[in-house]
């Protein structure tokens, strides 16, 4: 069940990012996800970017494990690594820029893949022990 609240949590998080650019500019990831979504059926040439597409394959990911009975390491891991592309690079651009607003947002994004990820090598670690017995 853990593994599952995890996951979720890593979706939402990743919802949080905030991209800002020029003066007047500023978006939340959920606000252009909903944006891209919209364009893939009315110009889907436009959201053809890797930047567009792995978070969002990344996203997807990490939901169809919600409906798995026990999540899937692997697809967890890709899912992460797929999103991390992004909020890293916002993360990255935002303390370079040392604006606050950018960076702030990636944080618990960062935070609960890193325990996502000790989450899984531990309990991957605790069964190879329990199945040495």
């Known amino acids: 069940m853990k593994s599952k609240i995890l996951n979720l949590l ?38 053809m970017h890797p930047f567009v597409l792995l978070p969002l394959f990344g996203q997807l990911l990490l939901l169809g494990t919600l409906f798995q009975q026990r999540p ?30 950018i960076i702030g947002p990636t944080i618990p994004f960062l935070v609960t893949a890193v325990l996502t990820v000790r989450h899984y090598k531990y309990n991957s670690k605790k069964t190879l022990d329990s199945a040495d017995l």
Not at 11 to 38: R, V, Y
Not at 81 to 96: H, Y
């Open 72 to 101: 899937n390491r692997m697809l967890t891991f890709i899912g992460i690594a797929s999103l991390a592309l992004l909020l890293v690079f916002m993360f990255v651009i935002g303390a370079l820029s040392l604006n606050l607003k």
């Open 10 to 47: 890593l979706i939402l998080t990743s919802l949080l990012g905030f991209l800002e650019w020029g003066k007047t500019n500023h978006l939340f990831l959920f606000q252009a996800e909903a944006e891209i979504i919209l364009k893939m059926f009315t110009n889907p040439s436009s959201v």
